[in-house]
């Protein structure tokens, strides 16, 4: 079997049970793969989801007694504010234990093992850490001890049990990686799938292939351009937009509201995997034009506006933060889970998806956009 690593940014991104990691779980369950996790991961993974959970349980709970203190300055109370407030009070202790579990679930969902940072090899971390070698991208950089001690792990476990397949998000500690022997590595659990080693594994049905043809995405275009096929209510905004610099100099803020149906173009499949014979998952992309709310100060709105692109000023603040509004053509991607009522052979689905209207019920897709890139205005 195939040996695969995960790192901590990837569960983060990705969590226990998403599309890709449902397709990792099916080829840990056909006997394909093998996966495991360095014990500072898991570690790490627990303890970063632990505090942002509890912050975000304290912001609410803060919030909910604004709520209360406004409310009973009108002389108003909702019995429901108080309640809701008691129901987090009651939980957020729990936290903890719901994440130690939701790993140790997944973990055991997997059949995922655990590789055991070895304390022999902490000089050599140490050495690292004072000279800027190995995972540090700097000497004395210590946010990158961790990552220096499962590079260390898994060069052991490389050592005895031969080649991996490591899929890390982090581009420094990939590219560190990059030159070790016996490691091959990967940005996402998509380029993993992708890879000749467990591409046939992943994509095992020739219905992937017709998912990623020109004709099945010629009719995808069209059916969102119709909206017979519906692309779930999305909001966008920071990291998950790229490209922020072709709007202007000093922008602080970038979010999308709204989207053109009518306006796609260039939709295409890359990459589509195998949950099932009635389940596939698929990585989409298209350009469309999107209503996009970016917040600059005056001076970048004058120059945007002498560019010649078409912007509107929205409202400007007393520092002089201008909130912009603009037309704007974008590549959105994401990812879309297609269910088949029955087991369908590529012929079959030709026939289905040249006429979805006539097959209501033979199939559904369900689309969801993760980010986008930002190419020109449409202005």
Same mark, same amino acid.
């Given at each position: 079997m195939v040996n695969v690593i995960v790192d901590t940014n990837v569960l983060c991104k990705e969590g226990f049970n998403s599309s890709h990691m449902r397709v990792l779980e099916r080829l840990c369950g056909d006997k394909v793969i093998d996966v495991f996790y360095v014990d500072i991961v898991r570690r790490e993974f627990i303890s970063k989801t632990i505090i942002e959970t509890e912050a975000d349980f304290k912001k609410a709970i803060s919030a909910l007694d604004n709520i209360q203190r406004r409310l009973s300055r009108s002389g108003q109370f909702i019995p429901q504010v108080g309640t809701c407030k008691q129901l987090l009070d009651s939980v957020a202790p729990d936290v903890?234990?719901?994440?130690?579990?939701?790993?140790?679930?997944?973990?055991?969902?997997? =059949? *995922?093992?655990?590789?055991?940072?070895?304390?022999?090899?902490?000089?050599a971390v140490l050495d690292d850490y004072f000279r800027g070698g190995g995972a540090f991208s700097k000497p004395k950089n210590r946010d990158d001890i961790p990552d220096s001690m499962i590079m260390s792990a898994i060069m052991g476990f490389v050592e005895k049990n031969g080649e991996v397949l490591f899929v890390v998000g982090d581009d420094n500690f990939r590219g560190c990686m990059e030159g070790e022997k016996g490691v091959t590595v990967f940005e996402s659990l998509r380029d993993c799938f992708c890879d000749p080693v467990l591409h046939d594994f992943a994509s095992d049905s020739q219905l992937c292939l017709y998912f990623e043809g020109r004709r099945f995405a010629k009719y995808m275009q069209g059916y969102i351009s119709d909206e017979v096929?519906?692309?779930?209510?999305?909001?966008?905004? =920071? *990291?998950?937009?790229?490209?922020w610099p072709v709007l202007g100099e000093r922008v602080v803020h970038v979010e999308i509201n709204g989207i053109e149906c009518s306006s796609i173009s260039d939709f295409s499949v890359d990459g589509s995997f195998s949950l099932s014979d009635e389940l596939f998952v698929s990585n989409f992309s298209f350009m469309i034009e999107v209503g996009l709310c970016y917040v600059t100060d005056y001076a970048d709105y004058l120059d945007i506006g002498r560019s010649g692109r078409i912007v509107e000023l929205s409202s400007m603040n007393g520092d002089g933060m201008c909130e912009l509004y603009e037309g704007f053509i974008v590549e959105l991607f994401g990812i879309m889970e297609i269910t088949l009522k029955e087991r369908f052979s590529p012929e079959d689905m030709s026939k289905i998806v040249q006429n979805l209207s006539g097959h209501p019920d033979a199939l559904t897709f369900d689309i969801d956009v993760h980010g986008a890139r930002l190419i020109s205005s449409s202005g």
């Open positions: 903890e234990t719901f994440i130690h579990a939701g790993f140790d679930e997944w973990a055991g969902r997997l =059949g *995922a093992k655990q590789i055991d940072f070895d304390p022999v090899h902490m000089p096929v519906e692309i779930k209510d999305f909001y966008l905004e =920071g *990291a998950e937009i790229e490209g």
